[in-house]
Structures are given as C-alpha cells and as structure tokens.
C-alpha cells in the first residue's frame, strides 16, 4: 500500500459527508437507503450531502430499476477514495494518532 500524503478535505470533512466517505470507503457501492439508515439523516439532507460529494467528484450516483422501483447507490471514485484517505491521515497527524 503506497503512504498517502495526509491533506485536510473541507468537502469531505463535514460530519455526514465524512461517515459517507467512510461507509463507501469499504464496499464498491451502497444503496442510498442504506448509506441514509446508517447515518441517520433524512433523505433530503443525505441528498444534500451527497451532491456536494459528487459536485467535487468524490462520489458516483447510479439510478438503476429493481423490481420496478427505482434505486439509488453510491460509491466512492478513485479521486473520492484519495481524499478521504488523505483526510483521515491529515487527521490522525493532527491529533497525534
């Protein structure tokens, strides 16, 4: 694993899009609904979060038909996945850790 160069991320660092981050950090994608359950937010402010993610490139948005009803999932892109790794070791710089 190649050392990332710890950088504080304003788009990544407020809270909910920072537990967005790191849910989408350890699967490929995650059903918005999913991602909304267990942050704890409702749906608009989730929606909120997540078209700042994806305004910066950090997170794709996939609509996609099952069991005729429309679904939303997310995932991290390669550059998402950058920044919140470099985030969390700007972090744990900073607090020593």
């Known amino acids: 694993m190649t050392a990332v160069r710890p950088r504080f991320d304003p788009v990544v660092h407020a809270p909910p899009r920072l537990q967005v981050c790191g849910l ?3 699967v490929d994608t ?21 078209k700042q993610l994806e305004e910066a490139g950090y ?3 996939r609509k996609s ?3 005729s009803r429309v679904r939303t999932s997310l ?6 996945r950058s ?11 900073i607090t020593g850790g």
Do not use: Y
């Open 65 to 67: 038909t099952r069991a």
């Open 24 to 26: 989408l950090a350890v």
């Open 59 to 61: 997170v794709t948005v």
């Open 83 to 93: 920044a919140f790794d470099a985030h969390v070791a700007e972090l744990r710089r």
């Open 30 to 50: 995650m059903d918005f609904a999913v991602v909304r359950e267990q942050i704890g937010v409702s749906d608009s402010v989730l929606s909120k979060h997540v």
């Open 75 to 80: 995932s991290l892109t390669a550059a998402g």
